[in-house]
């Protein structure tokens, strides 16, 4: 990291920083999957909710990680961050503020916790506020989400154990047989990521001369 950054030049810029992290620290220690909204203190609400407007909405189960690496990766750059929402913060930053995480809602599982962030995503956006999210269902105001209808895509980021607390499993379909088999992760490390087990599960099945596709099944 550039030591000729504002983090390191300006103890006062740094100060504020240090008490955003450890308050997000404070917050992730209350546990739980954490929607939060993302407020940038140099511009005024215009919609009216709030005193700052909302530029982002997000969702975390690691809550104090993620702000610190939003904040790093914006405040200690030696120039613009190429990602969306992190040059929105260093562009922050230069105007002399400090991105405020809050937090809007807990989560007890990683569906449940996707399908808060998109729908508070969807409420701002309807409301006015200049989201920068990325997935197309949280660009758009509208129809809600649901657990049946979350893009099953954004599962397979997880872990073993993430998909046993959210209760969905992993399906393979022997396409030499037309039979499927669900895949036991309890057999799994809980800190496997489903892609790992879905690549591993058809490695075995080429092995034994076989071909298959593996599929999330959310109950």
């Known amino acids: 990291m550039k030591r000729s950054t504002r983090y390191y030049y300006d103890p006062h810029f740094r100060a504020k920083i240090d008490r955003e992290e450890e308050r997000a620290r404070h917050e ?18 215009t919609v009216g909710q709030y005193n700052t407007l909302i530029v982002y909405v997000g969702q975390s189960k690691q809550f104090g990680v993620r702000v610190k690496d939003r904040l790093r990766s914006a405040g200690t750059a030696a120039r613009r961050p190429s990602d969306r929402i992190d040059g929105a913060l260093y562009d922050v930053m230069v105007r ?14 990683a569906i449940a916790s996707f399908v808060s962030e998109t729908n508070w995503a969807k409420h701002y956006l309807a409301a006015g506020y200049p989201l920068l999210n990325k997935w197309t269902e949280q660009r758009f ?29 992993l399906v393979v379909q022997d396409r030499t047989t037309g ?41």
Do not use: M, N
């Open 28 to 45: 992730a220690g209350l546990g739980g999957w954490i929607t939060y909204a993302i407020h940038d203190p140099t511009r005024e609400d």
């Open 96 to 109: 002399g503020g400090v991105p405020r995480f809050r937090v809007i809602e807990r989560a007890s599982d």
């Open 141 to 169: 105001a509208g129809t809600p989400i649901t657990r049946e209808t979350i893009p099953h895509d954004w599962l397979w980021r997880l872990c073993v154990e993430d998909a046993l607390k959210a209760r969905f499993g």
């Open 179 to 219: 039979e499927d088999l669900v895949i036991d992760l309890h057999l799994w490390r809980p800190k496997e990521l489903l892609r790992s087990v879905k690549k591993a599960v058809l490695e075995r099945l080429h092995a034994l001369g076989r071909e298959g596709q593996v599929r999330l099944v959310v109950e």
